[in-house]
């Protein structure tokens, strides 16, 4: 089983600059979002605390499993299959005021 997961610009710093990652045996950390965000850490300390905050999604980041938002499939328990792409795309907010 494979599985792409694209890094935004602002999470590079934590994956070496990679801006994708793909895991070949995401079974490794459970064959779940949560699982390979696991993984994920465990190779690059750091990256999960960006994403997660006392077990839940931080408020500001949208993760999504082939253009499906996870918060609206089974959250960090959302089952992987071979070919998905996980996509993590942190909120944007701000702006500037148009006179």
Do not use: C, W
């Not at 600059?17 to 045996?25: I, N, R």
């Amino acid at each position: 089983m494979t599985v792409e997961v694209r890094v935004p610009s602002i999470l590079q710093k934590f994956t070496e600059g990679q801006k994708t990652l793909s895991y070949a045996d995401p079974h490794a950390g459970g064959a779940t979002v949560g699982g390979l965000l696991a993984t994920i850490d465990a190779k690059y300390p750091g990256f999960r605390d960006q994403l997660i905050e006392d077990g839940e999604m931080r408020r500001f980041v949208n993760i999504f499993r082939n253009d499906e938002d996870i918060r609206f499939l089974e959250r960090m328990d959302t089952a992987l299959e071979d070919g998905d792409v996980i996509a993590i795309l942190p909120a944007l907010a701000g702006g500037a005021t148009v006179a």
